[in-house]
């Protein structure tokens, strides 16, 4: 069954929209080809491997702006399926959904992941598991392309696990330490915490639509149409933004991503940019339907959510000697961004997603960057490096253009978009909102200035020889910083803003706006952000200045004792002493009534045993033995006189004639 | 005798056959018995897929089952017992199952004979418990189904207790003694089906599956007697499945069990129980599954959440493995007591996943202890990816399989059970409580959560961090030859089975659906 269909339900010609669009599921298929290729030809093929995901990549990188050609001409969306299976009544399908949102999407999976491809050509580089690292980093992007391509939540929900797998894999890729593979399990299980209301949300929607499918439009139309209960629609709502707050680092469930940052660099620049935590963010977008239909609530959660998490990362990431911790926990905050922009509302979809299209591009970009500092500083710390700026030139230049779209400096993509964000709070009347994320972005300007200062700036004090990087890692940095510098221009309103003709939510694109007040209100909290850093770290002190907040400094430095918790609270009370005491339930209370039965058995057996030996067979030697005193009593009485022998017979014949005739 | 009513009862009958022919061959001969043992399960195999291919899938009953290569003649007159034989499409993949584990378990011995070796017997019981098995899934008749039933328990209780580990003795003798109770009150339920069911013209009951299914789908048995019944034959199933409580015979006979005598107790055994209840329980005692669903949910979620934590504990390999059975089985009655379609075309895809996916863990664990000697995780020491990368790397990928993830066969037989969970039959039949289910589905999910966990943590044990200096130069060598011939199909799969579930959803499915009719789904 193949269909085509508008958004609306309204047929759109399925000849106008192109051979990419039709064809868009290729680049999504493509990367498990060269996945299972170079699985089994890597090692036999010239360099390893990488070749096959690298073509499979750059051809979908081209496709993908093929699809998005569609797109800027103005065309629909797109939809192809194939039948999946069937179960009762419910029908799935396999295929493809493209509109604006896939479109951009699917540009910044496969430009982000093609970066890293060639970058992790130099990174790994005799690395020892060289084929598999780039086997798993293939099918990541692939399960991610599936994610944003699908248009049902079962398909979808493959290709969002197939991500968490791969994440765990590439998490804990040099698993020879436990503090890596433990890092790989806690994101997994972390995110599954998620997964499991998500699966949960979609058995909702699917109810929804009296158990017949769970093709994303059709469940849209649903919800739309008002004939679904209330209740349903809002719980299955919060039910789905719990996989959002599991793979989009959310709190209270963000815990797991800062260690996510045991694996190679480069996959820290794929997971955290593009791809997996991107993916829950995109969720919330793809279903935004349910939310917009459900009850005011889930969407005030989803902001509330966002708030907080903002907030409580972007505090962390102020306090942190790992270069890749503060990305980590910026891309927290950059991500709680989206979230809560995306509970204000259909105003803040565009916004939410602008951000995380032009975030995909600085993220990587700094995280390429440090994974380019930490390969020639030979650490993480921040404390061991300073002045790196004179021996890494392009380095330093790229990630400083990263680092001022992060920041929101203008004209750099990260300004553009972050405008949009406090511009769609405002517009809603969320003031509070706005409030929160204008304070986000005087500390996202005070640390992302505290990292530049303490990484490039001041005296050297590691004791490595720093070098700059070879050009295959530092190509990718320059095209990254470029597309950094460009993106934003495409969500800026004076220039058209043509991203929001592309990505939008409902029947009209939202006009863009430019709002003066919003911008010197952004560039004011950037100025305070850079230069209250500026003022803190200008030189190099130790300890940290900022350990003189006190009791404050220890609360970020002990992570607000959440990972305390849930180790202390939760995981290890389950595995240990739950876990045992269960099993010694089974061996003791459960085994022991099979075993008790058994042994009372055994026991009821030997006493039956010993009944018969001693009394039922006592009972026979016995009579044996009476038999033989009964003789000899006999021989006593056998005197041989005849009168004795008829009494005893007469005695006898009365005896048994009383019993027999006894009544 | 045409291929239509002869082909079950050849494919049946033939690895008894086989192992007479084991027997008569002459001592020393060791070659010659594996030959047999290989040939014999390929030929039923192949016959099995033959099978397969010529059903006709599109022909179409009122009341299940729906019956094809039926073979129906006279047995034990006296009893009204009769020799009927035939499959559908519930029966089609766990019968094809069977012989395919058969035979790669055939295959995997020609390599790797467990101490103390007499191959004969032990090649002999093997194709006994294969036909054993294979009749279960095609008996039509109660006392012909009951016959196969026990005959799979002797083989099974020599072959841990002869081939055994340490504790063979005690897990056989358990084994056998407590699936025996189960069967006898399976039994007792049986002669009440018989004695309170339908009589023909001339005043005879009947054992007859199809004629007591349609009699007990139309109402024949009363209110009262399928409470009772339903509990005396769920009780001889729910030994076998194993049902929480009744499941502490399964960690010991699989502990103890050789291997190919683990990867057939749970890639096909455990599924003659859950078989059982959809087949018989379910069709020829509406009333009472009803009665009994919400309970038999209840025991599942516990079970589910139960094993888990249980497997969290365990120090034995494959005592974990085994423990894990438990819960995956849980999934399967879950699906089954929400009396749904969805549901019940869930449990038979669990029970087929399972047995190709636990079939294959197990193939893994017994292939590790002939490596280390060893099934503890701390003996072994984790670094095993290190020193046997392939070996590791399946054990990984099957392991991820068994924790449900999506894209391989673990998963959809547990989402789609959960799904059903969701929104039970609450048809004016079955009218189950669908709070109840529901929260029966968020146990369901916490299990998942720490089925994950302790297979990654197993796998964190196991095969990452360093080998411990013991193992390294120790001559460990990765896979051979014959493991990859035995898990290569079962790896493809658990890769196609997570891909097109419709492999078995549509063969499975217009037997579901007859079966569902009765309680108004």
């Known amino acids: 069954m193949v269909g085509v269909l508008g958004a609306e339900g309204a047929p759109a010609a399925a000849s106008s929209a192109g051979w990419f669009v039709e064809h868009a599921w290729l680049i999504g298929l493509l990367p498990f080809i060269s996945a299972g290729l170079a699985l089994f030809f890597g090692k036999r093929t010239p360099g390893g491997g990488p070749v096959y995901g690298i073509a499979a990549i750059g051809a979908g990188s081209v496709m993908a702006l093929g699809v ?27 295929g493809s959904y493209v509109d604006g949102l896939t479109a951009v999407m699917l540009i910044v999976v496969t430009f982000v992941s093609l970066m890293v491809q060639v970058y992790s050509l130099g990174y790994m580089h005799g690395d020892v598991r060289y084929t598999w690292y780039f086997v798993v980093l293939s099918l990541f992007t692939g399960a991610m392309l599936d994610v944003v391509l699908a248009g049902n939540l079962f398909q979808l929900l493959v290709g969002w696990e197939v991500m968490g797998i791969c994440s765990y894999l590439l998490i804990g890729h040099w698993y020879e330490d436990p503090a890596n593979s433990g890092a790989a399990i806690k994101a997994f299980l972390t ?26 439009q059709v469940i849209g139309q649903t919800v739309a149409g008002g004939h679904v209960s209330l209740l349903l629609v809002t719980t299955a709502a919060l039910l789905l933004f719990g996989g959002t707050i599991g ?34 963010v995109y969720l919330v977008a793809r279903m935004f339907q349910v939310f917009v239909s459900a009850d005011p609530i889930a969407l005030h959660v989803v902001a509330i959510i966002g708030a907080i998490t903002l907030l409580l990362a972007a505090f962390l990431a102020l306090v942190q000697d790992d270069i890749k911790k503060v990305l980590a926990y910026s891309t927290i905050s950059q991500l709680a961004y989206m979230v809560a922009a995306l509970g204000v509302g259909s105003d803040g979809y565009p916004a939410a997603m602008f951000h995380l299209f032009t975030h995909a591009f600085f993220k990587a970009l700094l995280f390429l960057g440090a994974g380019s500092v930490i390969h020639a500083a030979h650490t993480n710390n921040m404390s061991e490096m300073g002045g790196l700026r004179k021996d890494m030139k392009v380095t330093f230049w790229t990630f400083a253009i990263g680092a001022a ?79 950094t510098c460009v993106v934003g221009l495409l969500g800026f309103a004076p220039l058209g803003a043509p991203f929001l003709d592309w990505v939008y939510f409902g029947g009209e694109p939202i006009p863009a706006v430019f709002s003066p007040l919003v911008a010197i209100l952004s560039i004011v909290a950037v100025t305070v952000g850079i230069w209250t850093g500026y003022i803190v770290y200008r030189r190099w002190r130790t300890p940290d200045p900022l350990t003189r907040l006190g009791p404050a400094y220890d609360l970020l430095e002990h992570k607000y004792y959440l990972d305390d918790l849930y180790w202390n609270g939760i995981v290890r009370p389950i595995r240990d002493p739950i876990a045992a005491g269960v099993y010694w339930t089974n061996q003791h209370v459960i085994d022991g009534v099979v075993n008790g039965t058994a042994t009372l058995a055994y026991a009821l057996s030997a006493l039956v045993a010993w009944f018969d030996r001693n009394v ?24 041989g006189k005849v009168q004795w022998y008829a009494v005893g017979l007469f005695a006898g014949v009365i005896l048994l004639t009383v019993f027999i005739i006894r009544p | 005798m045409t291929w239509q009513n002869s082909a079950i009862t050849i494919t049946t009958l033939l690895p008894i056959v086989g192992a007479l022919g084991v027997l008569l061959v002459p001592r020393g001969d060791d070659r010659l018995v594996k030959g047999i043992g290989i040939a014999i399960t390929g030929v039923c195999l192949a016959l099995a897929i033959a099978i397969a291919a010529t059903y006709d899938y599109s022909a179409t009953c009122a009341t299940p089952p729906c019956l094809q290569f039926v073979l129906n003649v006279q047995w034990i007159p006296v009893i009204g017992a009769r020799y009927h034989v035939g499959i559908d499409g519930i029966s089609m993949p766990l019968y094809i199952l069977t012989f395919l584990l058969g035979f790669l378990c055939a295959v995997y011995t020609g390599r790797y004979v467990p101490e103390p070796g007499r191959i004969k017997a032990f090649v002999a019981l093997t194709l006994l418990l294969i036909t054993g098995m294979a009749g279960t899934f095609v008996a039509f008749d109660l006392i012909l189904f009951f016959v196969f039933w026990e005959l799979v328990l002797v083989p099974m209780y020599f072959l841990i207790g002869v081939w055994g ?47 007591l299914t349609a009699f007990g789908a139309g109402g024949g048995y009363t209110h009262l007697f399928q409470l009772v019944v339903f509990g005396a034959i769920a009780l001889g199933f729910a030994v076998k499945v194993p049902m929480w409580p009744f499941h502490t015979w399964l960690p010991d006979a699989h502990t103890e069990a050789p291997t190919i005598g683990s990867v057939l107790l749970a890639g096909v055994m455990l599924k003659m129980g859950t078989y059982g209840f ?4 379910l069709p020829v005692l509406p009333q009472g599954a009803v009665a009994y669903a919400p309970w038999i949910g209840g025991l599942a979620a516990i079970a589910i959440v139960y094993a888990a934590l249980a497997c969290l504990a365990q120090k034995d390999l494959k005592r974990l493995i085994a423990f894990s059975s438990v819960g995956h089985m849980g999934f399967v009655m879950l699906g089954i007591a929400t009396l749904t379609t969805i549901g019940i075309q869930a449990a038979i895809f669990g029970m087929v996943a399972h047995g190709v996916i636990t079939g294959m863990l197990f193939f893994c664990v017994g292939s590790i202890y002939d490596r280390y000697h060893t099934r503890q995780i701390a003996d072994i020491g ?95 060598r990765d896979i051979l030859t014959v493991e990859w011939v035995s898990w290569v199909p079962l790896l493809v799969l658990i890769l196609v089975l997570g891909l097109i579930p419709s492999i078995v959803l549509n063969s499975t499915e217009q037997g579901v659906n007859l079966i569902v009719k009765i309680f108004g789904g």
């Open chain 1, 616 to 639: 039922i067979d006592g009972v026979v030697n016995g009579a044996g033995s009476a038999m033989e005193l009964f003789g000899r009593g006999l021989r006593t009485i056998q005197t």
């Open chain 2, 382 to 476: 984790g670094g095993m990816a290190e020193i046997m990368p392939k070996l590791s790397g399946i054990f990984a990928f099957v392991a991820i399989a068994s924790l449900g993830l999506p894209g391989l066969a673990g998963f959809w037989g547990e989402v789609m059970a959960l799904l059903g969970a969701f929104s039970p039959n609450t048809s004016t039949v079955a009218g189950l409580n669908v709070g109840l289910f529901r929260a029966f589905m968020i146990a369901g999910g916490i299990g998942t959560i720490l089925t994950a966990g302790y297979f990654l943590w197993m796998l964190q044990r196991v095969n990452m961090g360093l080998a411990p200096e013991r193992w390294r130069d120790h001559g460990l």
């Open chain 1, 405 to 483: 779209a992060l920041a929101g400096v203008p004209p750099f993509s990260g300004f553009f978009s972050k405008d949009e964000l406090i511009l769609a709070a405002k517009d809603s009347h969320t003031y509070w909102l706005a409030v929160v994320l204008l304070v986000g972005a005087i500390l996202t300007a005070f640390y992302t200035t505290r990292m530049i200062l303490l990484t490039f700036f001041g005296d050297y004090r590691g004791h490595a020889h720093a070098h700059e990087s070879p050009r295959v890692m530092t190509v990718p940095l320059i095209l990254l910083a470029g597309a």
């Open chain 1, 247 to 280: 793979k989009s680092a959310q709190f209270p469930l963000y815990v797991w991503l800062p260690d996510a940052m045991a694996g190679p660099t480069p996959v820290s620049a794929l997971i955290h940019a593009a791809t997996m935590v991107a993916a829950g």
């Open chain 1, 68 to 94: 998005a050609w569609h797109f800027v001409q103005g065309g629909g969306p797109y939809e192809k399926y194939v039948e999946w299976f069937r179960i009762g009544s419910l029908h799935m399908q396999l």
């Open chain 2, 278 to 281: 959809v087949r018989i329980a």
């Open chain 1, 191 to 216: 995110t599954r915490i998620g997964d499991v209301p998500f699966m949960f949300g979609i058995f909702a929607l699917i109810f929804a639509t009296g158990m017949t499918t769970s093709n994303i």
């Open chain 2, 165 to 211: 580990s340490a504790n063979r003795q005690y897990a056989s003798i358990k084994f056998f003694l407590y699936t025996l109770l189960g069967s006898v009150f399976m039994l007792l339920g049986f002669l009440a089906l018989y004695f309170s069911g339908p009589v023909d013209a001339l005043g005879k009951h009947t054992f007859d599956l199809t004629a």
